[in-house]
């Protein structure tokens, strides 16, 4: 495995191997490696000739300076499971590589990016599209892969991909979640033993819209409510949002109809989740 620390070693390297036929994988993490990622690595060497992997905790995102701050960091460790997980080439840019001045230019992806996560988080999926659009610029031609616990991540990247004519496409993997159903986090590290013992709720609240939804409920408000139900039994987690929206364009009509996605988010103390499912309303 080789680091990489600049953007314009990154398109030299890439560029190189290119121009001798191998087709690219690109994995964009913040680090703090777990299974789900070692998941996408997984699934990127299995389907691309050499993978890169991106290791960025990317400050843009952020909201608040205190999350920034707490979010887990050990580049050694994310460059062995890297090596180990067979990526080519670990990009681990500092903050400066990636913004070397003021950031005048974003990317915002209207609509999909407004709701959920995006009324909770101001600002969040603009850094996000911001960063993933300089890492397609600078890896060009490739697949890559987001995982679908970040459900609307992946839905505005792709879309974001589309709308800027990136040669890239944008492959989403089932969510990694461990045995007691909480979907793996690198902010699942931060939680105290009490909060790990109630995460499993987020879990049986998407499970219990979805059982909803099988017994044939169609009206998304009376599923959202159902979830809400939940989660708020557990006294140790706080709800944001559970809603239940179109699959594609995450809005919530007043029935649901055809491919459904299932959405929550809690803070366990000053740790927030999130988690979502898919649902099918025939
Ligand atoms: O999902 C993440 O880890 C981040 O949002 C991403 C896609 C790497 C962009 O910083």
Known sequence: VQ???????????????????????????????HAGHLALLERAR????????????NPLQFDSGE???AYPRDNARDIELGRQAGARYVFLPAEEEMYPG???????????????????????????????????????RCRAYFGEKDYQQLLVVRRMATDLSFPVEVVGC??????DGVALSSRNARLTAAQRAAAPVLHRALQAGLDAIDAGERRSGR??????????????????????????????SSTLVGD?????????????????LGATAR
């Open 260 to 276: 459904v996605r299932l959405l929550v988010a809690a803070h366990f103390g000053s740790t927030r989740l999130i988690d979502n």
């Open 67 to 69: 999350d920034l701050v």
């Open 174 to 179: 089932a969510t990694v979640r461990d045995g």
């Open 46 to 57: 299995a389907e691309c000739d050499a993978v890169v992997l991106t290791v960025f905790v």
């Open 102 to 140: 003021p950031v005048l230019t974003a990317v915002r992806v209207a609509g999909l990016a407004e709701g959920l996560e995006g009324a909770s988080r101001s600002g969040h999926f603009e850094g996000v599209a911001t960063v993933v659009a300089k890492l397609f610029a600078a890896v060009g």
């Open 223 to 252: 599923v959202a409510a159902v979830m809400a139900e939940v989660v708020r039994s557990e006294p140790i987690a706080r709800l944001d949002y559970a809603e239940a929206v179109d699959a594609n364009d995450l809005i919530a």
């Open 3 to 33: 680091v990489i620390e600049t953007l314009e070693e990154l398109v030299r390297a890439v560029d190189k191997e290119r121009a001798s036929g191998r087709q690219f994988g690109l994995v964009p993490t913040m680090g703090a490696l």
